[in-house]
């Protein structure tokens, strides 16, 4: 396992759970039966690449990961319809050639396999839009409204126009939401997590990247803070904690404020 706690290799099935009435975790997934419709956040395709321009080497292998995790979640859930909640691909600027093989070999592949994918636009999706276009992926932007749901990256205040009577859940990515967890002999491990809260009336669900080299942003330590506008006008100590360890299971951890004093107090 490395620091973050994601393996590289998928063996067993994927872990799930019912986090609210309808709406499952799928490994570092999302999927939502109302809808038949499975969602992912914050891949940083290219994110080796753009280490490298910036002098560390590391081997190539979160493409492999992102691909075969997408192919099966959506086998596990029989499920041929995909929402990437944003930052398809890593860049700031100038775009990487890395990135465009692995976008392009992604959007084909699902394509291949009758997959039908969406985009909401996310903060570093500036360039990945002639490219979508060219393979008719929708891209939303800044939101994307379905039956009860409202899905959105997370880098900017939802419009006043996103909300309707009938949204249930909103739904977002971009934080990259992490909790450490400690043990008595002082080793620390970090594990990818949804958090589950509410947004004025509705569910507020935040998805992990699905990045194995995002290690992300550590919730439950004394004055987190927080990237997500969203998540500034929420009260994020008590947000429910769903920790994903791929081989193992997801893990109910109550809210991330107890979370933050198991931390100190260990
Ligand atoms: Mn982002």
Known sequence: MNSNGVKWELRDSLPRAEILNGVWVVGLSLYVDELDLLVVADLH???EQALEEAGVFIPAVQYKFIKN???????ETECSKLLILGD???????????EWGETLDLLSTLKEKG?????????????LIPMLKRLNVPLHDPYYREGSLLF???HKELPIDAWSE?????????????VMLRDELGVSVKLKSFLVGSLERANLIVLPSLSPLMSGT?????KAKFLSPILRQVNVGDMRVYAVELD??????GTVELLSRFLIQS
């Open 45 to 47: 395709l290219g994110y």
């Open 69 to 75: 995790f997408l192919l099966r979640a959506l086998e």
């Open 88 to 98: 398809v691909k890593h860049e700031f600027g100038g775009a990487l050639k890395q």
């Open 115 to 127: 997959v039908s994918v969406d985009v909401v636009r996310g903060n570093h999706d500036n360039f």
């Open 152 to 154: 959105t990256h997370g």
């Open 166 to 178: 009938d949204v249930k859940y909103v739904v977002m990515g971009h934080e990259h939401p992490a």
């Open 218 to 222: 550590e919730v439950n330590v004394p």
């Open 248 to 253: 193992s299971g997801i893990y109910d951890f």
